[in-house]
């Protein structure tokens, strides 16, 4: 007897499922800043260098032109390349200063800022839903952060991972543009690459040595956590609408602070699984 095959997949369904595995493969990156005694510079230069050459490497045996369309669409590249590396060392940063729970909460607030800038920068129809949901991100957010003394590791993490929120929702709604004109394999390769050059020049690269672990790691971080999953999630808003591929987004955090706990021993506090509970919730309504 022969089994029926499944029927194919929508486009939006599988959207859902790029967007969801990216997501996944994010909230694991998290646990390097943990893994790597590094400073937050050199993991993301490490990160975006691997990245590079495994996105090149694709692009090259597929026989994809890298060649841009315009000058003007390769200084925005690089622009936006800087703002990922911005993103990332803040990322980072956040993580190494407080918490994986902390640096992971605090960078969710990115839906809070494409709500409020998709409207300013593309004239996107303001709805009321999208007010509510991110009313609600916030007051999850604040309940995760459990405590506000300016000058502490835990405010200045939180600060940090508030700000990788804010880059990372300028990144999205401009990656939108280009992706109507290059593949997201392009798109991910050309931000890599001008993220390593500009870290290239700020990095301490002087009498650093990696040991085999280290370079292992960056490797991982670089080809699975950052090559894939940016791939993936570029992908996914050629279809998906930048405001529902970010609240999916909101879930990088409840990945990463399970793998935390369970790899770490990094068990978050009652106030913060409220706070993560109510993102949770936020995001299964905003999905349903």
Known sequence: ????????????????????????LFGLSGLFG??????ATVIVLGRTGFATLALGLVLGLGGQTLRPRSAQDLLGMALLGGLLAFHWVSFFHSIQLATVAIGLLTFSSFPVFVTLLEPLLFKTPWRWRDGAI??????????VIPEYRPGSATTLGAIWGLL???????????NKGYRQRYSALAIAFYQDFF????????????????????VGL????????????????????????????SIISALEPVYGILLAALVLGEVPSFRTLVGGGLIIGTILWASW
């Open 134 to 143: 991110a009313a609600l991100v916030v007051l999850g957010v604040a309940l």
């Open 164 to 174: 990788s929120g804010l880059s990372f929702a300028l990144l999205q709604l401009l």
């Open 195 to 214: 993220a390593c050059l500009s870290l290239l020049a700020i990095a301490p690269l002087t009498s650093l040595a990696l040991s085999t672990r280290e």
């Open 218 to 245: 960056l490797l991982v971080l670089g080809v699975l956590c950052t090559a894939v999953a940016h791939t993936l999630f570029i992908e996914s808003l050629a279809v998906l609408r930048t405001q529902t591929a």
């Open 1 to 24: 007897m022969v089994l029926p095959s499944p029927p194919p997949l929508s486009p939006h369904k599988a959207a859902l499922l790029q967007v969801h595995a990216s997501v996944f």
């Open 34 to 39: 943990k893994f790597l005694d590094l400073p």
